[in-house]
């Protein structure tokens, strides 16, 4: 038997034991309902460029109290594809993957199992027809946990999106979580209270438009290292970094505007332009 058969028998084998850790600890606990919208569109202009960032999600198909979530973000001509698997109850990451567009063509997938985080990078040309899955690996590591986790999640940092609807709609004050980038990991607390008015212009699919001043509720984000960095600094939540803060309207309970620190631009803010609703059933 090779070494590569070898060391993909074991991935597989983690991650079946960690997929049926989920599904056990998922039945022992009520699955959450998923967020009133299905589908949410955020936009920033500054100078010359729009950045636009869209959000999806969705049940997972494959494995019982979980959920998927699929992320597309762009500017000029950089884009990124994220697809996360992660539990319904805890945000818990499942598997990962973010496939970046620019210069180059790079494809990173993260397997969460039981004793570590394997990344793997592959690389291909752009002229490729092949599926960015199954380009030629450049790269394989194994990335340990933090210690002590002290029972914290260990979450994609679009998933906080999702912990914050959830938190300014419950009676909690505040909820931490830990947020695994690429190699670092950090520390975020959420905490929620009273928001500011804020200017509202989306449309709501099938629906109507949106507009004026809305009351809100906020969802501050406190980030701090976990331990020592592996790499340079690089958590943000689409794009945004510092001081970031999450505003909700109070009447739809839908994220209007997300504010922090941009690279080159300083203070900013990114604002809801569309959003699709789920249907009751769903």
Same mark, same amino acid.
């Given at each position: 038997?090779?070494?590569?058969?070898?060391?993909?028998?074991?991935?597989?084998?983690?991650?079946?034991?960690?997929?049926?850790?989920?599904?056990?600890?998922?039945?022992? +606990?009520?699955?959450?309902?998923?967020?009133?919208?299905?589908?949410?569109?955020?936009?920033?202009?500054?100078?010359?460029?729009?950045?636009?960032?869209?959000?999806?999600?969705?049940?997972?198909?494959?494995?019982?109290?979980?959920?998927?979530?699929?992320?597309?973000?762009?500017?000029?001509?950089?884009? +990124?594809?994220?697809? &996360?698997?992660?539990?319904?109850?805890?945000?818990?990451?499942?598997?990962?993957?973010?496939?970046?567009?620019?210069?180059?063509?790079?494809?990173?997938?993260?397997?969460?199992?039981?004793?570590?985080?394997?990344?793997?990078?592959?690389?291909?040309?752009?002229?490729?027809?092949?599926?960015?899955?199954?380009?030629?690996?450049?790269?394989?590591?194994?990335?340990?946990?933090?210690?002590?986790?002290?029972?914290?999640?260990?979450?994609?940092?679009?998933?906080?999106?999702?912990?914050?609807?959830?938190?300014?709609?419950?009676?909690?004050?505040?909820?931490?979580?830990?947020?695994?980038?690429?190699?670092?990991?950090?520390?975020?607390?959420?905490? &929620?209270?009273?928001?500011?008015? &804020?200017?509202?212009?989306?449309?709501?699919?099938?629906?109507?438009? &949106?507009?004026?001043?809305?009351?809100?509720?906020?969802?501050?984000?406190?980030?701090?290292?976990?331990?020592?960095?592996?790499?340079?600094?690089?958590?943000?939540?689409?794009?945004?970094?510092?001081?970031?803060?999450?505003?909700?309207?109070?009447?739809?309970?839908?994220?209007?505007?997300?504010?922090?620190?941009?690279?080159?631009?300083?203070?900013?803010?990114?604002?809801?332009?569309?959003?699709?609703?789920? +249907?009751?059933?769903?």
């Amino acid at each position: 038997m090779t070494l590569r058969l070898r060391q993909k028998i074991l991935r597989t084998l983690s991650y079946l034991l960690l997929a049926w850790g989920v599904h056990a600890a998922n039945a022992q +606990e009520a699955s959450p309902p998923l967020p009133a919208w299905k589908v949410l569109q955020f936009e920033q202009k500054a100078f010359w460029a729009t950045a636009r960032s869209r959000i999806e999600v969705e049940k997972s198909a494959t494995i019982d109290g979980a959920w998927t979530l699929a992320a597309r973000s762009s500017v000029v001509s950089n884009s +990124e594809e994220v697809q &996360v698997t992660l539990s319904a109850g805890s945000g818990q990451v499942i598997s990962r993957s973010r496939l970046s567009r620019g210069s180059d063509q790079r494809f990173k997938s993260f397997g969460y199992g039981p004793e570590f985080i394997l990344r793997e990078r592959r690389s291909g040309d752009k002229k490729s027809t092949v599926p960015p899955s199954e380009w030629p690996v450049s790269s394989t590591r194994e990335i340990p946990y933090p210690e002590p986790r002290e029972g914290l999640a260990i979450i994609d940092d679009y998933t906080l999106l999702l912990l914050a609807d959830r938190l300014q709609a419950s009676k909690a004050a505040s909820m931490e979580v830990i947020v695994h980038t690429e190699f670092n990991f950090y520390t975020v607390r959420m905490t &929620v209270g009273n928001g500011i008015p &804020v200017s509202a212009d989306f449309q709501v699919t099938n629906g109507a438009d &949106v507009q004026g001043r809305r009351e809100t509720r906020a969802v501050a984000l406190q980030v701090s290292p976990r331990g020592e960095l592996e790499d340079k600094p690089d958590f943000s939540l689409l794009g945004l970094h510092g001081e970031i803060i999450l505003f909700f309207d109070k009447q739809t309970g839908l994220p209007l505007q997300i504010r922090g620190d941009a690279p080159r631009i300083g203070a900013t803010e990114i604002n809801l332009k569309a959003a699709t609703l789920r +249907e009751p059933a769903e």
